[in-house]
């Protein structure tokens, strides 16, 4: 082994790390633990394979160096076996004349790399070292996904920080009661995740949980919807429809974008909280439903009833139980623990097996502001998945939003006497500007759905 560069190109990921050197010639092993040793290595070695397998089942090893070609146990057989024995443990190989066939077998094998002799200190160091930063990768996201599964194993939504567990606990805890619940929040901080799990920790479960978006229909379209109809009720109406609070009696019915209501479609779902009853749109006939009514909106209710937008006897029906969920700028541990769920499941959808983020990567992740919340990570992850090339998701497939390290932002100056519709048309904007005309984007940000983007632009 050559001694004329004793330096590491990089630096080794921890003075923790432990190398087990193989090798039957004593003077090249002495030099290799001596190298190693002195850049801050734990260094063990073993004369030959049957040796390294017994200190493989007694120590915590981190990587083997080993030689292929040995008395008693050659590299090959010390690599198939010990990666049974250890299967986080890293292997490199070290090659002679006549040897590289081998040295390719034992990659094929499981082994991260080779180095061919005579060799310097700075190669074997970097090959060592760049083994070492895979083994710790794959140990950092192992314990992600342990965690990650603690977690799954106790509840049905994803995040560890105090901010979720507390609304969660407070999911639980009103799940098995007949309370409606408003969930508010961000758009995309996962408010109809929450719905579902409360329908699920009810004693609700095994009847129907029926969903409406407020936001997606017109008025007229949203009460047929709602309330069901006869035929010949409006122009169209063919045959009878059975209404969303007829399909969810006895179960839960999940009113998503509650804010976007129309005042008389308010009136109206006011009467059934109220009274438990209803009738189909053309008809005359009294129905009943008792349903466990859950409402969700990103929009600010009060100040909707302060402007008249919203009536204040429906909020006070709806709000009866409020869970806030946070947005997940405020919850940043649960940000690499999501992203490894997500890396999961598309994974599983794209037939790939990536092993999880380099450290570069989940930095980027952390610093991110997330202003689409869990929704944008989501669709980043998915992306990921789908341009990584490597055995991690790394930096150069990350959107380049997330590489900036927060959000694009723009200050907005409203001088002292502009009005409030001046102010708000500003902002929109401004916001529009910031997203490049990304309506959908743009609405997440501000809190408020497409459709009102699309009619206040109207």
């Known amino acids: 082994m050559s001694t004329d560069d004793r330096q590491p190109t990089t630096q080794p990921p921890g003075p923790q790390a432990r190398v087990l050197v193989v090798d039957d010639e004593p003077e090249l092993c002495r030099a290799l633990g001596k190298l190693l040793a002195r850049n801050g290595y734990d260094v063990l070695s073993a004369g030959d394979g049957e040796e390294a397998l017994r200190l493989l089942r007694q120590e915590e090893i981190h990587l083997v160096l080993t030689d292929l070609v040995m008395p008693k146990m050659g590299g090959l057989d010390l690599l198939k076996t010990g990666k049974v024995l250890s299967p986080h443990t890293e292997f490199v190989v070290i090659t002679g004349h006549g040897t590289i066939e081998a040295a390719v077998d034992a990659m094929k094998l499981g082994a991260y790399d080779f180095v061919e002799k005579p060799f310097t200190s700075a190669v074997t160091l970097k090959t060592v070292d760049k083994a070492l930063e895979r083994q710790r990768l794959q140990a950092e996201n192992l314990e992600l996904r342990r965690r990650l599964e603690e977690v799954q194993g106790t509840h049905d939504i994803i995040g560890n920080s105090d901010i979720m567990r507390r609304s969660m606990e407070t999911a639980r805890q009103v799940a098995s009661s007949t309370a409606t619940v408003l969930l508010t929040g961000e758009s995309g901080t996962g408010k109809e995740v929450f719905a579902d799990a409360i329908h699920r920790w009810s004693d609700r479960h095994d009847r129907s949980m029926v969903k409406v978006s407020c936001a ?136 790939k097996d990536l092993g999880g983020f380099t450290r570069e990567a989940i930095e980027a992740l952390s610093r991110h502001s997330w202003p689409g919340n869990v929704r944008e990570l989501e669709n980043c992850i998915e992306r990921c998945v789908v341009l990584s090339k490597g055995p991690f998701v790394d930096v150069d497939v990350l959107p380049p939003t997330v590489l900036a390290g927060e959000a694009r932002t723009q200050q907005v100056v409203i001088p002292v006497g502009t009005s409030l519709r001046q102010a708000e048309q500003l902002l929109l904007d401004a916001t529009l500007r910031s997203t490049d005309g990304d309506k959908d984007t743009a609405a997440r940000i501000l809190g408020i759905t497409s459709r009102t983007i699309y009619r206040k632009l109207k």
């Open 216 to 351: 997606a229909l017109p008025e007229t379209l949203l009460e047929a919807e709602l309330f069901g109809y006869e035929p010949g009720a409006f122009t169209g109406a063919v045959g009878r429809r059975t209404g969303r609070f007829e399909m969810a009696h006895k179960g839960t019915l999940f009113l998503d974008e509650v804010g976007e209501m129309s005042p008389t479609t308010q009136v109206k779902l006011l009467r059934v909280i109220q009274e438990g009853t209803f009738e189909r749109l053309g008809s005359s006939t009294t129905r009943s439903a008792a349903v466990r009514l859950l409402a969700a909106t990103n929009s600010d209710l009060q100040a909707q009833v302060q402007r008249g937008q919203f009536r204040e006897d429906l909020y006070y029906r709806l709000n009866v139980i409020n869970i806030e969920l946070p947005a997940l700028r405020h919850r940043g541990e649960d940000v690499v623990l999501l992203a490894n769920f997500f890396l999961q499941v598309y994974n599983q959808k794209n037939s």
